[in-house]
């Protein structure tokens, strides 16, 4: 496996806010966070982006979408909340191990700018 800085989270090599876990994921508090609820999903396998994920990764990339819509649900956002994939710097990503941000607690703009 590639090591990036989430799996570095993964490994408790460096902390986080772990707030969910199991053996296909782990969602933990955004350091920098932008929004009232804002948390990270990734995958345990490292795939580097979202265009970087295989069809067998299908099963997986659905997987972590529920684990979002549980957790948003248990902070108590489970009506409210927005789902956010960077994918490529040229867009904002900065960390290459995919996640999902899951972001709720105040007003939205859309079209996201
Ligand atoms: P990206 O910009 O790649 O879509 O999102 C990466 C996210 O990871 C950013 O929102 C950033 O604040 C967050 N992040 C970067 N380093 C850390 C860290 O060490 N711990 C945590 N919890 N979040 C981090």
Redesign the pocket.
Known sequence: MTDT?FTK?IDRE?P??IVYEDEQCLA???????APM?I?VIPKKCIAKLTEAKQNDEPLLGHLMTVASVVASKEGYGDAFRL???NGAAV?????HL?L?ILGGRDFMWPPG
């Open positions: 800085l989270i460096i986080a806010d933990f508090r955004d350091i920098n966070p932008k804002h990270l956010v994939v960077n904002g990503q900065s960390v290459f996640h941000h």
